[in-house]
């Protein structure tokens, strides 16, 4: 299994490394919310108890990072199966579950490479995020990531076509965008809205990521999205797997 996974994985690496450009056009817009948008939310910040509004807003453009760059790294998988490329891996005595876990693989070393970076220019902004809490706080986005990436990979052998899959993408990520609380923390809004978001599982995520970043791991809500994310990352590569072997 470690073998094969691996064999996949060094393909997609140099795949990705042929053509950096993708990696530098997911971090744009990540960037482009911090450099522009992040300096509006000074006052917000101190609405919610927050003295450094780069704490509180970077946390929800990491998982934006995570969500919106996993969920179409399934149109690369769309390529290869219509290239040929699934059905000659699934013709090899390679475990199904080693395909998708490479290609995972390389989604983590991408999405993990934009999150330093992004970390990085936050710093170099004035956010006073404490190190060891925010690490705790990436690992939480990076699962997130994963299973994003699996379910994408899984959305995309079923659909066999980009219209499908943006189609399917955009309604998914829609309610995201709206109820997770990436750009604004949903307390802000009225009692409906905050009862709706509670049942976005990947709202808990976002707020587990945030109370990282503050320094507070002992908050009740980081071990509930630290769950979720978990639950989440295993739910998608067992989705993923499942839709690499119903194709043999």
Request: glycine share 10%; proline share 5%; charged share 10%.
């Amino acid at each position: 299994m470690l073998h094969d996974t691996m064999v996949v994985f060094r393909r997609q690496m140099r795949m990705t490394l042929r053509s950096p450009a993708m990696v530098v056009t997911g971090l744009l817009q990540p960037v482009l919310y911090l450099v522009l948008f992040a300096p509006l939310l000074r006052s917000v910040a101190a609405q919610v108890g927050s003295t450094n509004q780069y704490t509180l807003f970077v946390p929800g453009l990491l998982v934006q990072l995570a969500v919106f760059g996993a969920a179409f790294t399934g149109y690369g998988v769309i390529g290869e199966w219509r290239d040929g490329v699934i059905e000659g891996e699934r013709v090899t005595p390679a475990p199904r579950a080693a395909l998708l876990l490479g290609r995972l693989g390389r989604d983590l070393v991408q999405l993990l490479i934009q999150v330093v970076v992004l970390v990085a220019l936050a710093y170099a902004f004035g956010m006073d995020a404490p190190l060891p809490e925010l690490l705790v706080g990436v690992v939480i986005t990076l699962l997130l990531g994963v299973a994003c990436a699996a379910t994408s990979n899984a959305v995309a052998l079923r659909a066999k076509d980009e219209r499908v899959m943006g189609s399917v993408v955009n309604t998914l990520l829609m309610p995201v965008i709206l109820l997770s609380g990436i750009l604004l923390p949903v307390g802000l809004g009225p009692h409906w809205l905050r009862v709706t978001a509670g049942l976005m599982p990947v709202k808990h995520v976002v707020d587990a990521v945030r109370s990282s970043f503050a320094g507070d791991l002992s908050a009740s809500g980081v071990l509930w999205g630290s769950g979720w994310a978990l639950l989440l990352c295993l739910l998608g590569v067992w989705f993923g797997t499942r839709s690499f072997r119903a194709e043999s």
